[in-house]
């Protein structure tokens, strides 16, 4: 389970839950990468680090790769609409994106990440969000 909070300046994803991993904390604050996990003993900072702004984890990514899409469809069924887009990337583990939303609230329900083969790397499902 991962615990995703982001606005324009920072963003932090924090895994919780009983697995092992728990408490793994990766935040982007003024520029900077943090990684932290009391349980691995890890408290590592990456100054100027420009790759989290394009971590596919994101919901702010996909919206940034909706508008640079090589190709993008929307569907709408049984309450749901799906949006699926195709990136202009040469990254053969993040080749296509799918944000399913709930059409009644607008909400996500779940975004899935697809390899170049069309397989599933990364499914998150929305338990809960809210958006401030």
């Known amino acids: 389970q991962l615990k995703i909070i982001e606005n324009k300046e ?6 919780i839950g009983n697995k ?14 943090i990684v932290k996990s009391t349980k691995l003993k890890l408290d590592k900072i990456y100054e100027n680090y420009k790759e989290i702004t394009d971590s596919s984890l994101f919901l702010s990514s996909f919206a940034k790769d909706y508008q640079e ?3 993008k469809t929307k569907e709408e069924k049984d309450g749901k609409i799906f949006v699926k887009i195709t990136l202009k990337n040469n990254n053969k583990y993040i080749k296509y994106k799918e944000l399913y939303l709930d059409k009644s609230t607008g909400l996500p329900t779940k975004l899935v990440i697809k390899d170049s ?6 499914i998150i499902e929305y338990t809960s969000i809210e958006i401030l």
């Open 69 to 71: 899409a090589g190709k």
């Open 20 to 33: 092992d991993i728990s408490g793994l904390k990766i935040e982007k604050k003024d520029g900077d990468l």
């Open 117 to 122: 083969s069309n397989n599933p790397k990364i």
């Open 10 to 15: 920072n963003s932090v994803l924090e895994v």
